[in-house]
């Protein structure tokens, strides 16, 4: 027998962690896999820039609220998931960029929150978003800062451009669109009549009826075009190739995908 497969869901002290928790909880069950609840957040002293008289008082203090925050996000781990066999708690101690991608290689699917472009004080650098995915490789299931989210969704939109990164995402999307009600895919660029009838034909293979829909790309961008046709539909998933690349220095995130992310309102589910 096969192990179960592995959901890696970020936690920190934000009040959108529970939700991450019950999505990634509800989520094992079809999926067929077991659950680790990562904590990763960035230590305070990075927040601040510390005098060399008041260093070591400064660094206590700041340990001391990183443990209290820390204790936060595992109570409601415990209220969340405290009677689950199947989800597991670890706490990273610094760095969460580099130690949560590192923990994505040995997990199937990830559990993250859309960016908080609002809050300057989050326990994650702004872009940690975009590096997990970027680096990781890993499918990833974004949730946005607001909105009704169904951990199993009942109606899924695929945006589809004949790129590898859409076929990952489909193809790790594959349980979910096996269990779905509705199945939309929305096809977008040059070409698109075709590769998106190619896709229907693998779909319909699986004995899945998608609806077609064809998007013209004016120039003005698809991202939005994209989140507004997936909201017509009623879709309660959107799944969708990453775009862009990281370097030495920087990670860069493809245009659509940039636009999608800062202004989602359904869940993504997103692969590199």
Known sequence: ???????????????????????????????????????????????HSLQVGLAIRGYDEYNQQDMR????????????????????????????????????LYADYLVLQQPDLLNDH?????????HVLVRSGKP?????????VRAVPRTVAIAWSETREAAHAVTSA????MQAEAIHIIGYGEESRASV????????????????HYLEDDGAGIGRPL??????????????????????????LGGVTRTVLDAMTLPLLMAH
Request: hydrophobic share 45%; proline share 7%; charged share 25%.
């Open 1 to 47: 027998m096969l192990p179960p497969r592995r959901i890696l869901v970020h936690i920190d002290d934000a009040q959108s962690a529970p939700r991450r928790l019950m999505v990634a909880r509800d989520l094992a069950r079809p999926l067929d896999a077991d659950v680790l609840a990562c904590y990763a957040a960035t230590p305070s002293a990075k927040h």
């Open 174 to 177: 594959m349980p979910l669109l």
């Open 122 to 130: 989050s326990g994650v650098p702004a872009g940690f978003v975009d």
């Open 227 to 252: 989140l507004e046709r997936a909201t017509e539909v009623g879709a309660d998933l959107m799944v969708m190739g990453c775009y862009g690349h990281s370097q030495t220095r920087e990670l860069i």
């Open 197 to 212: 009838a190619a896709l229907a034909g693998r779909l319909k293979a699986r004995r899945l009826e998608p609806k077609l």
């Open 69 to 104: 925050r820390r204790d936060a996000a595992y109570d409601a781990f415990s209220a969340t998931c405290g009677d689950a066999s199947n989800v597991f708690w670890v706490s990273l101690p610094e760095d969460p960029e580099t130690l949560f991608v590192r923990q994505a």
């Open 140 to 148: 990833a299931i974004v949730l946005p800062q607001s909105g009704i």
